[in-house]
């Protein structure tokens, strides 16, 4: 058997799905950043853009057990292109349909469209990753998002504030039609499969659900940063969402390119702790203090919580599903991933009690993340730590 270092990782197949998914997400972070701005210009609350976030997520976690059996019969490009089209859509619509209810409306779409894509993205990328060096080759995969993360917020900020909205929305789809051409150029795995008919019960791998369920609840915080961060920043006179979402991104990519390796040898417990307690200090940091310095550490604390749990976890969701449950078993982690009831849970609090109280809340969120890990993660086969200990 060979070493894990010696088995190569990179191809110009990885590469084309990495920059993929950053266009991909250069376009949803935009406009998930800049969205509660576009709501206020349209006449609508922080709760209604809450009620947004919710429904976004709601619609993504709907579609994706369905994705999830698509993909594994064998429909991992037709599934992708499906969702680089809606993408390419929705920015168009938020565009035509300029009242509050169709930008509602829309949002549900883009949720759809985000939910087609990224679970086919991440089966197609498990497809080529090795084996041996899953964890490092997830991590890699998702410094598309952290580099998309850095610049998205920035980028989708100023060209609302110089430019207008008519010209984000166009940037947001141009960008897609610059991933379709990488599309084309995409040459993925042929995996062989059987056709499995149709069940409920097999839409859902029960092997990826305890990493599932330690993911839903650290999301509620990544839902609110993403949904809020950016509003509450300037309403406070700190510095902008998008200086906070690059410093994080920085702190994130750095994570990534180290997180893999450690996480392929010693398992995801040790994430599970310190980034959950590094994102319980972010937002407790928000929530008491309003320093520029508190601020860039907060940053600092959300990089390093996202940037470790998502790749370890998302390791331990796939890593003993065969190649024809691979699907299903992305599916149902990213059902946890994406369910972005933080946004919503964000946006009630802040109407009724204000951004202090709402991060305080939602950094509880963390200390119940860790529970469950305990009870229902540590001790189940898809662990790195019951491997070691069985």
Known sequence: MKETSTVKLWSKNFVFIILINFL??????????????????LGGSEAVSGTAATLFSLVAVIFRPFIGWMLDNGKRKAILIIGLCGMAVTPIGYLIFSVVYMALVCRMLHGASLAYFNTSTATIASDII????????????GIATALATACA??????????????????????????????????????????????????????????ASAV???????????????????????????????????????????????????????????????SMLSALLLLSFTHTTLSFVLSAVLAGYA?????????????????????????????????????????????????YHIMWFALSMANIVSVVVYLIFGRSHPSSFHYKKHT
């Open 24 to 41: 991909v997400f250069l376009n949803h972070i935009m406009l998930v950043s800049t969205f509660p701005f576009y709501i206020a210009k």
């Open 130 to 141: 090795p084996q041996s060096r899953f964890a490092e080759g997830m991590g890699f995969f």
């Open 153 to 210: 917020p920035a980028f989708g900020l100023a060209i609302m504030d110089k430019m207008g909205f008519e010209t984000l929305f166009l940037c947001a789809t141009g960008s897609i039609l610059i991933a379709f051409i990488l599309l084309f150029l995409l040459k993925t795995p042929v995996i062989e499969t059987v056709k499995k008919p149709f069940s409920l019960k097999g839409l859902v791998d029960k092997n990826a659900l305890p």
């Open 215 to 277: 993911t839903v609840i650290f999301m509620l915080t990544f839902g609110a940063l993403e949904n809020f961060l950016s509003k509450y920043a300037a309403d406070h006179g700190l510095p902008s969402g998008g200086i906070y979402f690059a410093i994080m991104s920085v702190m994130l990519f750095l994570t990534r390119i180290s997180v893999g390796k450690i996480a392929d040898r010693e398992g995801e417990e040790i994430f599970v702790y310190t980034c959950n307690a």
């Open 306 to 354: 996202f940037g470790g749990l998502e790749p370890a976890l998302q390791s331990m969701a796939i890593h003993i599903a065969p190649p024809e449950k691979r699907g299903s078993a992305n599916s149902t982690f990213l059902c946890a991933y994406g369910i972005g009831l933080g946004g919503g849970v964000a946006g009630w609090l802040i109407a009724g009690s204000g």
